[in-house]
């Protein structure tokens, strides 16, 4: 465990990744103190450009765009971690089967997987959210159900692979029960694969939540980044930075929640690295 | 070797750094060999001592950008190679040095056919006219013995035997008529009645072009049928070099004494024992195991593989048997079977009278302990995210012992297997093969089995290595009265442990007795070949060291 901190410390780029993404947090759970009010409030004068009286100016209702932005970074934190989290679960729960017992399961779970895996994902996001009508729930549910297929196959792959290995067999061999084998000694060896997995899911499940809000396709009383970024750009021409600032937010948090998934992946598979 | 001797290759104080994360700073230290035209030299030393690297260095083959020559000259025509750019060695591959390495299943690519891989070599030389090309890779896969060398010529690797394939390597190497021919543990993965017609093969074929033969190798056996001079190494140095004779008569090195008092006698320990009094602990009747390979559409029959066919042996209480064979033989698929971790088409398993084919789930799960396994892996067979004192409970735990007394109880088997208990607290990766192993046979022990299935245990071990584990074996054998059921490939380890012997092929037994007696009055021809086949018989390795107190 301290040895996988200092790998990780020792990688520049996941470290600032790392700082970024606790700066996204801090500012996500601090947005209520900060800015008490709602950010849909109009607090001033239309098209107000940046650094002048807020920081990063106002919309074109005259709403503080600071104050959207902050709350925006609740929303997208959220619903990426929550959607990520139901992916994994399911995810885990399909790959693993599949990959342990194999056979007729398998096949069947693979089969479904596939079928998800042959619809285009975003589609299906938008499909999924407009016939549930727009909520924070059903956007969750949507990325949930298209982001689990990649980490199923994923994990099954890193079962068959510690399954074949002899320890397993010596499990058997002792009389353990399919319980036991999964759960504390396969998964234990799958889960380094998980993390990394799932830390990037959690990216790809903001940039889906920006997408379907951007296209309208969310909770109309949540503040998102993508929302934001909707509403903003019929008046791209005139007021650039409704658009701009939390389009560099998204950019950001992203790229910092990649950073850390990488970082994680070489501190987890130090072995990977070297040659 | 006649006195024209004449050097090809000359390597003077040679070192090789390795990273600096390494657990030595030096692949290699301070080695000094020679290779004379028209001999075969061997370099043998265990795993870590450095005599791969050697053979790497001398064509600039290293696997990492870290590992780089630090020091020393290596020789070649008057041409200093550890100096040589990289685009000088490239030509003197092949053309000149050619090399050929352990594994022929990764070593040829998979999805080029044979002829059109060894045509590569001739056309990336741009040697002689295009045309005459074919012709002569069809005369070089002739010369290495490979029947219908057109058929060859079109299949890809994965249509040959791994003979086969060892033998298209050597001739891709050859096909240029180098001077040297650097072989890199060329049989190590290759069955022992393989290896012995690989081994023919380059000796033949090195006296017919009078080239110099580099052999990297492990096997004293396989030194003593093909040496002319000798090279052992140890950590990275040489610690002695001679002539055949010299090293394996008169060896003055202590470690050469060791690493040929190692090498296990090829004559069974003197008083046999009888177990015909001893009752059945385990009686095998009729077992049977085919492996469909299922066809792709619902119904359509794949190819079958009969692994097992209906195999019947008894084993007596305090008895070893070992259950000998070669790869595909299906000796491991018949422990598994016994084991019950394969489930088998057909026959009986009984274990002192209880037959464990026809039980279900979970009254197998409890019959369970009274069969436990030792595995080949030492890497792959302990789970790396346990203790080692959890690995070694955790069996009694399942079981219903109380953590308590399983915790101590590791503690007394970690002794017997000769460990350290502070060994409890730590991680599989911290050990080393055959503590490994060690480590494996404690869990066995922990649920008191009354059969130890051992599948190859000492077969990934270094010599040495392999020795303690065998004496260890041996002595907790005896000790605990234990029943075993012994599988391996290598008759010289056989022939020390067991009491009796199955010789196994194309999943039949084709014959079984006591050791002493199969050894020497075996009854099967195929029996014979294998003893034929097993290296350094002709030198008598292995007998002398037994002659020794």
Redesign the interface.
């Known amino acids: 465990m301290k040895d996988f901190a200092s790998r990780f410390m020792r990688n520049k780029p996941a470290v600032l990744g790392l700082a970024l993404l606790l700066f996204v947090v801090g500012v996500a759970l601090l947005a209520p103190v900060i800015y008490p009010r709602s950010p849909f409030e109009m607090v001033g004068a239309p098209f107000q450009p940046p650094f002048g009286a807020y920081l990063f100016g106002t919309d074109m209702l005259g709403r503080d765009l600071t104050a959207a932005v902050a709350y925006g970074a609740r929303v997208s934190l959220l619903i990426g971690l929550v959607a990520t989290a139901i992916a994994v679960l399911v995810g885990v729960t399909v790959g693993g089967l599949a990959g342990y017992f194999g056979g007729w399961l398998d096949t069947v779970l693979m089969r479904v997987t596939e079928i998800f895996q042959t619809i285009p994902f975003f589609l299906f996001a938008i499909l999924l959210v407009a016939v549930l009508t727009p909520s924070l729930g059903s956007v969750v549910f949507a990325i949930a159900v298209v982001s689990w297929p990649p980490m199923a196959r994923l994990v099954r792959g890193e079962f068959i692979r510690v399954r074949g290995y002899e320890f397993i067999q010596a499990c058997v061999s002792m009389g353990m029960s399919h319980r036991r084998i999964i759960f504390l000694h396969i998964l234990p060896n799958a889960l380094s694969a998980i993390i990394v997995t799932g830390s990037l899911m959690v990216a790809s499940a903001i940039l889906i939540e920006a997408g379907l809000s951007f296209l309208g396709l969310s909770d109309a009383n949540t503040m998102s980044w993508g929302y934001i970024i909707g509403a903003g750009r019929s008046v791209l021409r005139m007021a650039w930075w409704v658009c701009a600032i939390p389009g560099l937010a998204i950019l950001l948090t992203v790229m910092a929640i990649n950073l850390v998934g990488e970082g994680l992946n070489d501190a987890l598979n130090p072995r990977l690295k070297r040659l | 070797m006649n006195g024209t001797s004449q050097t090809l290759l000359r390597i003077d104080g040679l070192t090789i750094d390795l990273?600096p994360d390494a657990d030595r700073p030096h692949a290699v230290e301070d080695a000094s060999l020679h290779l004379d035209r028209n001999e075969i030299l061997c370099i043998v030393g265990e795993s870590g001592s450095g005599k791969s690297m050697v053979s790497r260095a001398i064509l600039g083959l290293f696997?990492?950008s870290k590992i780089r020559i630090r020091s020393g000259s290596i020789l070649f025509n008057g041409e200093d190679l550890a100096r040589a750019t990289p685009a000088r060695l490239r030509a003197l591959r092949t053309r000149h040095i050619a090399m050929v390495f352990q594994e022929p299943m990764t070593a040829l690519n998979p999805v080029m056919k044979i002829g059109r891989q060894i045509l590569e070599v001739l056309d990336v030389h741009g040697d002689g006219p295009p045309q005459g090309r074919r012709q002569r890779v069809l005369d070089i896969l002739e010369a290495v013995n490979l029947p219908d060398p057109p058929r060859i010529f079109d299949a890809y690797p994965h249509q040959l035997s791994g003979g086969q394939r060892q033998r298209a390597m050597i001739a891709m190497a050859l096909v240029l008529e180098p001077d040297v021919l650097i072989a890199d543990e060329p049989t190590t993965a290759l069955d022992v009645t393989t290896q012995a017609q690989i081994l023919a093969l380059i000796r033949e074929i090195q006296r017919k072009r009078q080239m110099g033969v580099l052999f990297i190798t492990h096997d004293f056996g396989v030194v003593a049928d093909i040496a002319d001079r000798i090279v052992v190494m140890q950590h990275g140095k040489v610690v002695e070099q001679g002539t055949a004779e010299e090293v394996l008569s008169a060896p003055r090195a202590a470690y050469t004494r060791d690493l040929l008092a190692a090498v296990p006698a090829l004559k069974p320990p003197a008083g046999p024992t009888r177990f015909d009094a001893q009752p059945d602990v385990l009686r095998v009747e009729g077992l049977s195991k085919t492996y469909g390979l299922a066809g792709w559409l619902p119904g359509s029959r794949g190819r079958q593989v009969q692994a097992v066919k209906s195999v019947s042996l008894t084993v007596r209480r305090g008895e070893t048997l070992g259950i000998v064979g070669e790869s595909g033989s299906g000796k491991s698929t018949l422990a598994?079977c016994i084991?019950?971790?394969i489930d088998p088409d057909g026959g009986q398993i009984r274990v002192n009278g209880v037959d464990l084919v026809p039980l279900g789930q979970r009254a197998?799960?409890?019959?369970?302990?009274r069969?436990?396994?030792v595995?080949?892996?030492p890497y792959?067979?302990?789970?790396?995210?346990?203790t080692v004192g959890s690995l070694i409970a955790?069996?009694p735990i399942?079981?219903g012992t109380a953590p308590d007394a399983a915790r101590a109880r590791a503690v007394e088997l970690l002794e017997l297997v000769g460990l350290d208990r502070r060994a409890l607290e730590r991680f599989p990766h911290e050990f080393s093969g055959g503590q490994r192993q060690r480590i494996?046979l404690a869990?066995?022990l922990a649920?008191d089995p009354d059969i130890l299935v051992l599948d190859e245990p000492v077969s990934a071990l270094d010599v040495l290595v392999q020795e303690q584990v065998l004496k260890l074996l041996a002595d907790i054998r005896v000790r605990l009265g234990l029943t075993v059921l012994f599988i391996t490939h290598d008759l010289r380890v056989a022939c020390q442990v067991c009491d009796r012997i199955a010789v196994m092929r194309y999943g039949e037994i084709v014959e079984s007795g006591p050791v002493g007696q199969v050894f020497a009055r075996p009854g099967h021809a195929y029996t014979r070949e294998l003893l034929a086949a097993v290296p350094g018989r002709r030198r008598r390795i292995g007998f002398t060291a037994q002659e020794a107190p």
């Open positions: 990273p696997a990492s598994r084991t019950r971790l197998l799960r409890a019959e369970r302990r069969m436990q396994m595995f080949q892996d792959g067979s302990l789970d790396p995210r346990k955790e069996g399942v079981h494996g869990r066995a649920l």
